[in-house]
């Protein structure tokens, strides 16, 4: 509302004293966190019981292998996209039904966030998140996947494509 050229500023609801010490909003704390204490409590044994993760779960990022070629057509957006800087890409061209190939296509494991972008902006769903999500490195060379580590069958990843082929 304005009155006189000013702008005048109305409060729905002043606050009462109680509200202003805070003292409702610790009680709501106190009883949420009294809530989980008693709660029946799950551990799972982690070495015999492995964790099998929905399909939405983002793991290691692997490259869709497809009829032994692999799908990436090395347009570099999942490199310009990436904001850890971990993904390297150099193309080259071939006589193939796709005009360009990734001569060479490598992640470092140490800098990936596993956010996800490149999977979202991949034209060709040839990056996915998988399910993998134990990575164990014993010298920092041992993190950079090449093409050799990133290559996945589309069969092993079906459930995640159809997952992304659903929510796109």
Not at 94 to 119: A, D, Q, S
Request: proline content about 5%.
């Amino acid at each position: 509302m304005k009155s006189n050229g000013q702008l005048k500023i109305t409060h729905k609801k002043d606050l009462s004293f109680f509200e202003k010490l805070y003292i409702t909003e610790i009680f709501k704390g106190i009883k949420l966190t009294l809530t989980q204490v008693f709660r029946p409590k799950f551990t799972r044994q982690y070495p015999e019981e492995r964790w099998n993760p929905p399909a939405s779960f983002r793991g290691r990022p692997v490259l869709v292998e497809q009829d032994g070629v692999e799908r990436c057509v090395a347009c570099g957006l999942c490199a310009r996209v990436c904001p850890a800087l971990a993904i390297e890409v150099q193309a080259s061209e071939t006589e193939y039904w796709k005009e360009r190939y990734p001569v060479k296509f490598e992640i470092n494991m140490l800098r990936c966030i596993f956010c996800g972008f490149c999977e979202e902006v991949c034209p060709e769903e040839a990056i996915v998140m998988s399910k993998e999500y134990e990575l164990t490195f014993y010298s920092q060379e041992e993190a950079i996947f090449g093409k050799d580590k990133l290559l996945v069958p589309a069969e092993k990843l079906k459930d995640r494509l159809e997952f992304l082929r659903k929510y796109r």
